[in-house]
């Protein structure tokens, strides 16, 4: 076959630069948004952070300036603005009180204001609280050991996790040790003898039972019912997490108050010890909505906190105004893009409000009665109210946060399946949630309910739920089973 030239015309869809940013923008979080604009604001020298705006919601419309509206010129527009001129204060003849203290010795003077200024000019720092190495290596130097037996404990102290645990094996830790070193087994068990007898108690053990334990002998020896607690753990560790009371009364032939003693004196031990010495950072949401009620309504708003304070710099904008050759080219090119990207910022608020507000239309009866009145809701509703794609709402839902009176919720919390009512309407799933933590919350714990009897309770009121869906949904809330829920 002779090859061929052809035209062909055809229709495509091709994401600019401008509407690729923007999507981008708008499936990131707060806080990675505010990474991004400072990783931009660095690179760009036509941007800046405003820090000197207020936090009224209205102060974020000053950063944007009001030719971003329509589609950018071709020549660079750029409202004039007055530069601030510092005044200097002239200087005055008038002579000042004589201080008392130029009549003072110098050390003097120097005492007094070390003791005015020293405290107010220093600033204060929080202490840093010590690790669980740190924490058992001081208590280790303070013990009447060998140096030897010191460094094989704290090679152990290296080894525990962040529980305080000794996950691996001792055998398997001689074999990974140098042969110079001349470490066996021995070495190391008595290595692990002193560092389970340092605080906190239970630090160093194999595994939970070996950590209980460890810190029950720690209890004082009158301690009552401890004998029995001991043997409890030893030996029947199992049956007390199934809850199988009837056995552990008939092995350890107690009665109902010493095993109810014994099961409270169990449960206050700690099966994590090194919790108190975790350095885990705590991860803060900053909400991007903010719902309060006006006029017996429920209305969304956007949260001026979570809004950058972008701008762009007015003074080298100015400066490339009419400019056009070759040397500001490329600052040219940083000023466009400095202006989409703060267009791109506010649009992507205006979506998030607009999201905001149609959900908490719709969701009234959720912030007046909580998660059971919560109606059943998907993103399609919301895509068609709105006039976007669905997935553009997908965007806007996701790690995107609402503060209300009733907590801070993910956009997405709002929608769900929905569950059908012998009534022929729709029950939201997060409302049958809502339903059955109530109830098993107000269940009576020596007869807890079943997942077939909280189905038909849901039956009873319309809710038509299988016993597997209640299974599903009790899972959801990390409620255990009714064996595990049942107290003694």
Not at 160 to 184: C, K, N, R, T
């Amino acid at each position: 076959m002779k090859p061929t030239l052809q035209v062909k015309l055809s229709q495509h869809l091709a994401l600019t630069p401008q509407l690729q940013q923007s999507i981008r923008l708008l499936q990131l979080s707060t806080i990675e948004l505010n990474q991004e604009i400072e990783r931009i604001v660095q690179e760009n020298p036509l941007l800046e952070l405003d820090d000197s705006i207020g936090n009224d919601s209205t102060d974020y419309h000053k950063v944007i300036p009001e030719e971003l509206a329509a589609p950018l010129p071709n020549e660079l527009e750029v409202a004039e603005e007055s530069i601030p001129i510092l005044s200097v204060e002239a200087e005055t003849d008038v002579k000042q009180p004589l201080d008392e203290r130029e009549w003072l010795p110098e050390d003097s003077v120097f005492r007094h204001n070390r003791d005015d200024e020293d405290e107010r000019d220093i600033p204060q720092q929080a202490v840093e609280p010590p690790s669980l190495r740190d924490h058992l290596n001081s208590q280790l130097s303070l013990s009447q050991i060998s140096q030897r037996d010191r460094k094989i404990a704290g090679l152990l102290i290296d080894s525990l996790d962040d529980d305080g645990y000794l996950v691996q094996d001792l055998e398997e830790l001689v074999d990974l040790l140098p042969a110079e070193l001349s470490i066996d087994i021995d070495d190391l068990h008595i290595a692990l003898e002193h560092l389970q007898h340092l605080d906190p108690p239970g630090i160093g053990a194999r595994n939970l039972r070996e950590c209980l334990i460890m810190q029950l002998q720690a209890l004082p020896p009158d301690t009552p019912y401890l004998e029995q607690a001991l043997a409890l753990v030893n030996n029947h560790l199992e049956s007390l997490a199934s809850r199988d009371f009837s056995a552990i009364k008939r092995v350890l032939h107690c009665s109902d108050d010493c095993l109810r003693s014994v099961q409270q004196m169990i449960t206050r031990l700690n099966p994590r010890p090194a919790t108190a010495f975790s350095s885990a950072v705590a991860c803060y949401i900053v909400p991007d909505v903010i719902v309060t009620k006006i006029g017996g309504s429920w209305v969304a708003s956007l949260n001026p906190e979570a809004m950058p304070r972008l701008r762009i710099n007015r003074l080298y904008a100015e400066i490339l105004k009419g400019c056009n050759d070759d040397s500001t080219r490329r600052l040219i090119s940083q000023l466009h893009e400095a202006k989409w990207l703060v267009k791109n910022v506010q649009q992507r608020f205006n979506t998030i409000l607009k999201a905001s507000a149609a959900i908490v239309e719709r969701q009234q009866q959720f912030f007046e009665h909580g998660a059971v009145a919560m109606r059943p809701m998907v993103l399609r509703e919301i895509a068609d109210v709105l006039n976007l794609h669905e997935s553009t709402i997908s965007r806007v839902t996701t790690q995107k946060f609402m503060r209300t009176p009733r907590g801070i919720f993910e956009l997405k919390y709002f929608f769900g399946s929905h569950v059908s009512t012998d009534s022929g309407g729709a029950c939201s799933a997060t409302a049958i949630r809502a339903l059955i933590k109530q109830m098993i919350s107000a269940e009576n714990s020596r007869k807890p309910l079943s997942d077939n009897q909280i189905s038909e309770v849901l039956g009873q009121q319309g809710i038509m739920v299988a016993r597997r869906t209640v299974a599903k949904y009790r899972e959801s809330l990390q409620i255990p089973s009714v064996n595990l829920r049942k107290s003694f």
